[in-house]
Nanobody, 120 residues
Framework: QVQLVESGGGLVPPGGSLRLSCAAS????????MGWYRQAPGKERELVAQ???????KYVDSVKGRFTISRDGVKNTVYLQMNSLKPEDTAVYYC??????????????WGQGTLVTVSS
């Protein structure tokens, strides 16, 4: 069974930085795309950043120039480097993997979420 294990959340002051990590465990031979979503209190979950197996990246407009997504294909791990954090970045961040090939195919897998709080 494939699982996504996230780490790196926490409390950071405005202007600070955090790095989130998400590792996919299990016998995996394909992941089409990995990414990060976030959900703030009272708001819908939104895509923050995504990277495909070909290296194509996309970001939500509000984080462009501040966040960078990267991926280690050998380790099946995705990272989100978050700089110049703002209070409005406060949310639970969820790792996501799409079209995962293992002992079976998974259309989509989610991590358990990690809380990021930006506050002084």
């Amino acid at each position: 069974q494939v699982q996504l294990v996230e780490s790196g959340g926490g409390l950071v002051p405005p202007g600070g930085s955090l790095r989130l990590s998400c590792a996919a465990s299990g016998r995996i031979w394909n992941i089409d795309a990995m990414g990060w979503y976030r959900q703030a209190p009272g708001k819908e979950r939104e895509l923050v950043a995504q990277i495909t197996d070909a290296g194509t990246r996309k970001y939500v407009d509000s984080v462009k120039g501040r966040f960078t997504i990267s991926r280690d294909g050998v380790k099946n791990t995705v990272y989100l480097q978050m700089n110049s954090l703002k209070p409005e970045d406060t949310a639970v961040y969820y790792c996501n993997a799409q079209r995962v090939g293992s002992t079976t195919w998974y259309h989509e897998i989610w991590g358990q979420g990690t809380l990021v709080t930006v506050s002084s």
